[in-house]
């Protein structure tokens, strides 16, 4: 025993496998154990989702019934002389006392009653002024075409007799409805009371009822349960499907007091579990409504058979499963132990034997040993090889990527993780003005990079971000983190990349587009001109036909006279031309400008415009100019977008800065698109506005509107859903503000 033991714990096969198998087991102990569990749970919750729906299904079926023998009553109690069969009115039987009259017309709405399937009719009676029944038609149990009659009975202690003829009605109404037994039977029905009207004098009543345990019956059967049980407010049984064991299944105080207070019946179903006749039911509680008021507690049981086999079934194969793995880890682990430790043995010879100075030592393994200790003994043997070779390599490497580096056209500058410069090629050097044998500088925020600002001729706003002046030339920066496979985190290097001869071409193209746009401008005027003359008549009298083509050219000469204006704004910012004149101004003067110029084309639509300005606000310091516009633009974005509603401007004084908004009842704007709208050639999404429609743009409303708003200090957004519409914002600073508009360069140091 103790060479077994001592065998178990030096030889490295049993280390191996021991563990291995012990792990191994219990991992699949408990992997199928959670694997059961959750079958389990899973069956549990698909039969609890079962049953809920169930007992929904139930509680709709009992308003159903509801609704379906008001509608009866209505049939009933308006129904008109029937002259084939020799029946009066129904309520001029009633208001003429006429007994005999009255059954022959209730007579055939009986036999219909019994026979659809929505209403159920068991019990068809009508009752006088004096509270005692005039007619009172039963079906008995198990027949369907035959009926019978019963005498005369008083009905005037009843609790529904008084509310129906003294024509009393509450919040739903004036027909009442409920569990009721007749004094001159023991039956349980579910009843609807409903009263007969001459003109506004109720002349009697009527009361259609249906035997409560035969409809129970019924659902049961429709909802495939095993069983349904009425409980009162008290949780006391007032019927069931389970026959006499039915009393038993009574409440306790506290299951009634947290069926009371569930404030979800329907999506947190209260649960129980009872054993009834030797057979486990899971019992479902909600409550019982009749004319939209609890009148008691509603159970619904199904058998939990299936939910009970679930676990027998699958025990015995979790068994054999967890037995058939062990037995097959202990036999697979033995087998791989003794693989890997014979070769192993000869590795470790071998290592000692290099540790010791023996670099002529090599692993001698047999050609059968194919497997990654295989690879690992031959790796081995040529790892002395290996190292001579590899530092020959890398040396020649090294003055290869130094080669590259150097004949790179772009300045290369490598930091360490603290930003200090390490190295620089040669065309930094000459960027720099930095002859070979001048020290290089020591961090990237030494160098004489300017940050460019907006207006700067030749760029946009979107090009600006990472473009700086090193004296004559244009650069671009851009760095990137230098890491080790693992993640490591080794320096940064920074790219210098000339742009000084795309700059001139951007600086040409924005003044040919300028030029272009001024030219197409000049005979779009005329067009324009031309065309309101047309139209006023100077040109002689139109009909309708030559008027539409007058106004479909005016129309499009308008748009197009808005594109171009938009173009030569974006060259005339691009080119750095546009000026702005910041002074203390009103907010409401600019706003009231541009929906003068708006108005009329958002009128044509058929929008309403509102204006939501306080009388009185601060003064902001802006561009009346620049403020117009950008009210325009929003203006407009917002009519090509809204095909109906409205369209609202508020002014909303904040802490800090002025907020306007504009806000439509448009399509509204997805979350992706938020931050894109705002670029240059992007618009919306849309089947019916903008994209596809006539008024369509080419995307630059949104553009100009932001980069005004920045040029003046502030910041504009949006905030939409589909379906929601849009609330399109931008703030100015207020007067008294001092701070520069100009949005502060990302500082060099902060990108390294």
Known sequence: MRRLIGELRTQLKYQIIGPFLILAIVVAVV??????????????????????????TVSDAFLAQEQANLDFLREVAFAQRNDSIGAPAVAEAFRTNDVAGLRTALEPFF?????????????????????????????????????????????????????????ESDSRGDKYAGLIQFSNTQTLYLATIAPVRVDTEVVGGLIVAIR??????????????????????????????????????????????????????FGQTLFTVQTVNGTEYQFAYVPFT???????????????????TTWADISPVLLMITLGLGAGIAILGLWVARRITRPLEELTNTANAIVNGDLQRRVQLSTATQNEIGVLAHNFNRMTEYLIELLAQVRA????????????????????????I???????????????????????????????????????????????????????????????????????????????????????????????????RTPLTVIRGNADLLLRGLAGPLDEEQKSFVESIRLHANNMTNLISNVITIANLD????????????????????????????????????????????????????????????????????????????AIPQPDMM???????????PPHMHEQIFERFIRGEGTSEGINSSERGIGLGLAIAKQLVERLGGTIGVESAPGQGSTFFFTLRYADDSASPEKPAARVESAA
């Open 31 to 56: 992997g199928l154990s959670i694997v059961a569990f959750f079958i389990a749970r899973q069956q549990q919750d698909r039969f609890d989702n079962e049953l809920a729906a169930a007992t929904r």
């Open 111 to 167: 036999l219909q009653g019994t026979r659809r399937s929505d209403v159920r009719l068991d019990r068809l009676i009508a009752f006088g002024r004096d509270g005692r029944t005039i007619a009172d038609f039963e079906r008995p149990p198990q027949a369907s075409d035959t009926y019978i009659t019963h005498d005369s009975f008083d009905l005037s202690g009843a609790w529904f007799t008084p509310k129906v003829l003294n024509g």
């Open 212 to 265: 409560f345990d035969g409809l129970l019956t019924t659902i049961v059967q429709q909802a495939r349960l095993d069983g349904i049980v009425i409980y009162d407010q008290n949780g006391k049984v007032i019927t069931g499907t389970f026959g006499n064991i039915t009393p038993t299944l009574t409440l306790n105080a506290d299951q009634v007091v947290r069926i009371k207070a569930n404030p979800d019946p």
């Open 290 to 308: 009749i004319r939209g008021s609890r009148v008691g507690i509603l159970a619904t049981a199904r058998a939990r058979e299936e939910v009970l």
């Open 397 to 420: 490497e090294a003055g290869q990527r130094a080669a590259i580096v150097e004949s790179i056209t772009d300045g290369i500058i490598f930091t360490d993780i603290h930003g200090e």
């Open 422 to 520: 390490r190295s620089i090629n040669r065309a930094t050097r000459r960027l720099l003005g930095l002859a070979d044998d001048n020290p290089i500088p020591k961090r990237l925020s030494d160098l004489p990079l300017q940050p460019l600002q907006e207006g700067i001729p030749g760029f946009g706003d979107q090009r600006a971000q990472d473009l700086f002046a090193l004296g004559d030339a244009f650069i671009r920066l851009s760095v990137a983190p230098v890491k080790e496979e693992n993640g490591t985190l080794l320096g940064y290097v920074a790219v210098l990349q000339d742009l000084t001869e795309e700059v001139m071409v951007d600086r040409a193209k924005t003044n040919f587009i300028g030029t272009i746009s001024h030219e197409l």
């Open 575 to 650: 080119s750095g031309s546009l000026k702005s004149n910041l002074e203390p101004i009103e907010v409401r003067r600019p706003i009231e400008d541009a929906v003068w110029q708006v108005q009329s084309q958002i009128k044509a639509k058929g929008l309403q415009l509102e204006i939501a300005i306080p009388k009185k606000l601060p003064a902001v310091l802006a561009d009346i100019d620049h403020v117009r516009t950008i009210m325009i633009q929003l203006l407009d974005n917002a009519r090509r977008y809204t095909s109906a509603g409205t369209i609202t401007i508020r």
């Open 659 to 669: 907020r306007i908004e504009v806000s439509d009842t448009g399509r509204g704007i």
